[in-house]
């Protein structure tokens, strides 16, 4: 399973997007050995074309898949085998290398934290859309504010708006707005605090959120909603880069991993070539935030994978980078399929906005009160008239919103495979 992630370390042609990167975070990266031996070779930044290589991180890899065979060697069954493998990660040399390495940095890691660290399998959260089912990861996750998103707009004629219409824009942010304002008031890993989740994604609370927005005024303030009891919610339980995948069988696949570089550059531990994690950042400090700092606890990832299914079939796996922008952007181009009828690659490259008016999930936390970034290729008409609402817009050019849509998954009608790539970033789809 590991030669293709092998296959890369061992190296290949270094192209715009990742050489730019690279510039644009070398001074955060300048404190760190080993994030400069492994990014930097000889001080200097790989050419556009030339082959990147990474020799420690490959001979991680194969260090995985030696103990993996290893077992299968002694008769082990094959999830043991894949145990093994694991384990030559979370315990061991490479456990070792890596905690001394955060260590001598003023990192706190012990091997004891590696080797007691599982992950688990965790029923989704979900929302039905006009015929749709739409799947997130759960509340310790930012992905439910798409579902509470969709749910607002449940209420609203988009499509009698018109796709890229000031009405249409200005009633999508504003819902937006709202969704975002709960993930940050509720929303937190369910293991530490209790989250109101089968509320949040009710017909009643959605339709009251829904009557806050204003057709004709945008709102600058964060407004999270209040409990409330209904039916449908009495038991109120519990860089980056995007992959997606579908099978002739149905099967969809989505994924959306991260965190070497966000804000401040990467910390590669040692002699083993792996960035180290930097999501603690999304923690709070408040003591009254779900979402505070803890031992042992999730922080409130802004990584956020989607599958749709189109009458209980399978119909899409989308996602994207950028941090707090993700659940946006996959938003818009779900509008444009489902409310639009845009198919898949039109559906990505329509003209987007992204609103800062959510409270970061970086760096100080900052919010920006009534910040929309708005594509140029929206009309002039579209652009005065969303300022004139009240949007504070801060103009792109035509594809600069920071993001880049994957998608996958099969056409109801034919059953074929189909699937789009965003021209923002260098995306690509590719069919075999």
């Known amino acids: 399973m590991l030669a293709p992630a092998i296959e890369l370390a061992d190296g290949f042609p270094m192209y715009d997007f990742l050489h730019h990167y690279f510039e644009t975070e070398r001074r955060a990266c300048e404190p760190y050995e080993w994030t400069m031996r492994t990014y930097y070779p000889d001080g200097k930044i790989t050419p556009v074309g030339e082959m990147f290589r990474q020799p420690d991180l490959a001979a991680t890899l194969r260090a995985l898949a030696a103990a993996e065979k290893a077992a299968l060697a002694k008769g082990a069954t094959r999830e043991a085998a894949i145990q093994a ?186 002699r083993t070539g792996v960035p180290m994690s930097n999501r603690m950042q999304a923690f709070h400090l408040d003591p009254a935030s779900p979402n505070v700092l803890a031992g042992g606890k999730r922080p409130r990832t802004t990584l956020t994978p989607t599958v749709v299914l189109k009458d209980g079939k399978p119909f899409l796996a989308i996602g994207t980078p950028g941090g707090d922008s993700q659940d946006q952007q996959i938003l818009l181009v779900l509008l444009n399929i489902i409310d639009f009828g845009m198919d898949v690659q039109q559906a990505i490259e329509a003209p987007r906005v992204n609103s800062l008016h959510p409270i970061s999930s970086f760096d100080d936390h900052r919010a920006m009160p009534g910040v929309l970034e708005i594509e140029s290729t929206f009309s002039a008409s579209v652009i005065e008239e969303l300022r004139a609402r009240g949007h504070v817009l801060r103009m792109r050019p035509a594809n600069g919103v920071s993001t880049g849509i994957v998608a996958a998954g099969m056409d109801p009608a034919t059953r074929g495979l189909r699937g789009g790539a965003d021209l923002r970033r260098e995306r690509a789809i590719a069919g075999f």
Request: hydrophobic letters at 40%; charged letters at 20%; aromatic letters at 10%.
């Open 85 to 270: 493998g694991r384990d030559a990660f979370y315990k061991g040399p490479i456990a070792r290398e890596m905690t001394s390495a955060v260590q001598a940095a003023g990192g706190v890691m012990s091997e004891d934290d590696l080797a007691g660290y599982h992950g688990k399998v965790e029923e989704p959260a979900s929302a039905p859309y006009r015929g749709y089912t739409v799947y997130k990861a759960g509340f310790w996750n930012q992905g439910p504010a798409l579902l509470q998103t969709l749910r607002i707009l449940e209420g609203f004629d988009l499509r009698a708006m018109g796709q890229g219409s000031a009405d249409a824009v200005h009633t999508t942010v504003e819902a937006i707005k709202l969704a975002y304002a709960d993930r940050d008031r509720y929303y937190g890993d369910p293991d530490f605090v209790h989250v109101p989740g089968d509320m949040l994604l009710s017909k009643p609370y959605a339709d009251a959120r829904r009557a806050l927005i204003d057709p004709k005024h945008a709102n600058l303030e964060q407004r999270p909603g209040v409990k409330i009891a209904s039916p449908d919610s009495v038991k109120e339980p519990g860089d980056t880069t995007s992959i997606q995948a579908a099978d002739a069988q149905g099967n969809l696949f989505s994924a959306t991993p991260s965190s070497g570089w966000i804000l401040g550059g990467a910390f590669v531990a040692g």
